[in-house]
T-cell receptor, first 113, second 113 residues
Framework: DAKTTQPPSMDCAEGRAANLPCNHSTISGNEYVYWYRQIHSQGPQYIIHGLKNNETNEMASLIITEDRKSSTLILPHATLRDTAVYYCIAVNAGGTSYGKLTFGQGTILTVHP | DAGITQSPRHKVTETGTPVTLRCHQTENHRYMYWYRQDPGHGLRLIHYSYGVKDTDKGEVSDGYSVSRSKTEDFLLTLESATSSQTSVYFC????????????FGPGTRLLVL
């Protein structure tokens, strides 16, 4: 699976959009971009994933650049409960990957009042 | 969220004793995983299962064994616990390959004295 690079930490004001970048310049054509987050002392939580197109769900939006070398997770209206570590993971979906995830250090997002 | 539970949630044990952690899911997911999380290392895959009685090693499998006799249960055993196995253990499950969304349990905090 391709390596991903994320900033170690970011801040955001409550009510504003949080834009979390991820670089995956070596991603291959069959690798998806997955985002998970981990709130303190809890298990990781799936947020969203995409291959080429932008995606949106009730939690967030995922913007993937046309060359697929980077992506941005957008939390449109951050709340204090969005304070967490956010992980961007490139996953070779299917085949012999068996869904295994390789977590990096992620981005610590702190939402301020 | 998928119904996935872990037991016990906390455990203190002594070096050299066997320990078994249990993961139980009610979603009929085929794939299950055990991770450990340590400061400075993030989440690392210990073992995973791709079906009943089908398991394989992950990144940090030494000193651990697993068993899956039923779809809903995935057991992690430390044959002879060591202090280096003090960690937080997370179990996860996923429905299918090609849909690498994993649902995580709340974690088990294990302290080996």
């Amino acid at each position: 699976d391709a390596k991903t690079t994320q900033p170690p930490s970011m801040d955001c004001a409550e009510g504003r959009a949080a834009n979390l970048p991820c670089n995956h310049s070596t991603i291959s054509g069959n690798e998806y971009v997955y985002w998970y987050r981990q709130i303190h002392s809890q298990g990781p939580q799936y947020i969203i994933h995409g291959l080429k197109n932008n995606e949106t769900n009730e939690m967030a939006s995922l913007i993937i650049t046309e060359d697929r070398k980077s992506s941005t997770l957008i939390l449109p209206h951050a709340t204090l409960r969005d304070t967490a570590v956010y992980y961007c993971i490139a996953v070779n979906a299917g085949g012999t990957s068996y869904g295994k995830l390789t977590f990096g250090q992620g981005t610590i997002l702190t939402v301020h009042p | 969220d998928a119904g996935i539970t872990q037991s016990p949630r906390h455990k203190v044990t002594e070096t050299g004793t066997p320990v078994t952690l249990r993961c139980h899911q009610t979603e009929n997911h085929r794939y299950m995983y055990w991770y450990r999380q340590d400061p400075g290392h993030g989440l690392r895959l210990i073992h995973y299962s791709y079906g009943v009685k089908d398991t394989d090693k992950g990144e940090v499998s030494d000193g651990y064994s697993v068993s899956r006799s039923k779809t809903e249960d995935f057991l992690l055993t430390l044959e002879s616990a060591t202090s280096s196995q003090t960690s937080v253990y997370f179990c996860a499950s996923g429905p299918m390959v090609g849909q690498e969304t994993q649902y995580f349990g709340p974690g088990t905090r294990l302290l080996v004295l």
